[in-house]
């Protein structure tokens, strides 16, 4: 532990750092002529019908607490899509309503790790593993991502980061990857199964952007042989249908798992907000078209981003198949000296006022690459890309 800074806060507190991100974006809200490819969340709204319904229940007086588990009308639909759409056999009792799915993650690992135990996560990956196993006095043990396989997790690489077997118990996986972009294909999801089954590990698998996979079809990895006992799988309708700030996710698993979630959430949350649960219900219920137009938006997008990058000097980008995110290697000197992910970010901000995030926010391992979104305006992009291209003119690589 690090000497604590002020009498008012908690050594784990002051342990955290601070997320660059949060700054970047803050900076990049404030200034008008910043294009910000920084935020992790979509920019489009959800289809009318889904705020008028939400509004409409709102009236009749949705705004009293859900019991902690979610809605059952909810859990019953959601148990539908899961079979359907992920091959997931589960019931209403197998599934948990939250704030986000990243609020189920954190209950989750309250619900599996004991303290001192090791949790091993993606790096680089989403942002919010590593403080949700520290907050709980985990450890998190990161498994490296290579750009060279594609990004994918590999059996090897996940045995590598296994520091003490009989101390990990739990293991997070992302497909479609935050901020890799890459989708995992079934061998490498067998290849993790296998290693799953060795260690006798709980696979936690974050499934948050399920709808944003341009080639081939996204695979849950609990819907493998033998691999829905011990997996706790994560969806959302934050990405799948531009409703961040609704705050409703939700985990299916086991049914201890699941009660053991639905026992802590009171002492978190509670609930995810009830009028969003109806707005979740009418998003599930309703047409589902506008979400493919908004993903073959997004692929057109993700097209231009990716080809303008690899034809900008310095930048050499692994072509993503999912989320919607690019993350480049990049390859430039300033005085003489090859410059770090941050370094880079922030010269970029301020000489051609463009943010997007260094990779090093999400771990160790995304030293030397750079996360652009592309949720974003495609005429926004565009003007971003033109504005980097004549700024990094200016520098050697
Ligand atoms: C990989 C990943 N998982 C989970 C989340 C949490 O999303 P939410 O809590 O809105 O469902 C995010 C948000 O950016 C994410 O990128």
């Known amino acids: 532990m690090k000497r604590k800074i002020s009498r008012f806060v908690s050594e784990r507190e002051s342990e955290l750092p601070g997320a660059m991100i949060v700054k970047l974006l803050k900076i990049a809200e404030e200034s008008k002529d910043i294009i910000s490819l920084g935020p992790g969340e979509p920019d489009f709204v959800p289809d009318k019908p889904i705020t008028d319904f939400a509004a409409q229940k709102l009236k009749e007086g949705f705004t009293h607490y859900s019991p902690a588990q979610g809605r059952l009308e909810l859990r019953e639909a959601l148990a539908k899509k899961l079979k359907k759409e992920n091959k997931i056999n589960v019931e209403p009792g197998e599934i948990a309503v939250t704030c986000g799915s990243q609020e189920a993650i954190f209950l989750a690992l309250a619900c599996t790790v004991d303290p001192g135990e090791s949790v091993l996560i993606p790096d680089p990956g989403f942002l919010a593993y590593r403080p949700c196993v520290e907050l709980l006095n985990g450890s998190a043990e990161p498994i490296e991502l290579k750009e060279e396989e594609g990004f994918q997790i590999t059996g090897e690489a996940i045995k590598k980061a296994i520091v003490n077997s009989s101390r990990t118990k739990v293991l997070i996986i992302n497909s479609p990857g935050n901020p890799t972009g890459a989708v995992f294909g079934r061998k490498t999801l067998e290849e993790i199964a296998d290693v799953a ?3 006798d590990l709980t696979v936690l698998s974050d499934e948050a952007y399920e709808k944003f996979v341009y080639k081939g079809k996204h695979i849950s990895f609990a819907s493998l042989n033998g691999m829905k006992e011990r997996t706790m799988s994560f969806h959302s309708f934050s990405k799948s249908y ?61 097209k231009f981003i990716v080809k303008s990058l690899n034809e900008i000097r310095g930048f050499h980008c692994f072509e993503p198949e999912g989320a919607f995110y690019a993350f480049p290697r990049i390859d430039f000197k300033s005085g003489g000296k090859k410059m770090t992910s941050l370094q880079f970010c922030e010269w970029l901000l301020k000489e051609a006022k463009v943010a997007c995030v ?40």
């Open 197 to 199: 089954v060795e260690y």
């Open 242 to 302: 531009g409703m961040p700030g609704f705050r409703v996710g939700y985990v299916s698993g086991s049914r201890e798992l699941i009660e053991a979630i639905t026992k802590i959430h009171p002492y978190t949350t509670l609930c995810s907000p009830t009028v969003s649960q109806e707005a979740a219900l009418a998003a599930l219920g309703g047409p589902q078209k506008w979400v493919e137009k908004i993903v073959s938006d997004y692929d057109r997008r993700r």
């Open 358 to 397: 260094p990779g090093t926010e999400f771990g160790k391992f995304g030293e030397g690459f750079v996360r652009f979104s592309y949720a974003t305006a495609f005429g926004k992009i565009e003007e971003a890309m033109e504005r980097v291209e004549k700024a990094v003119k200016r520098l050697k690589s």
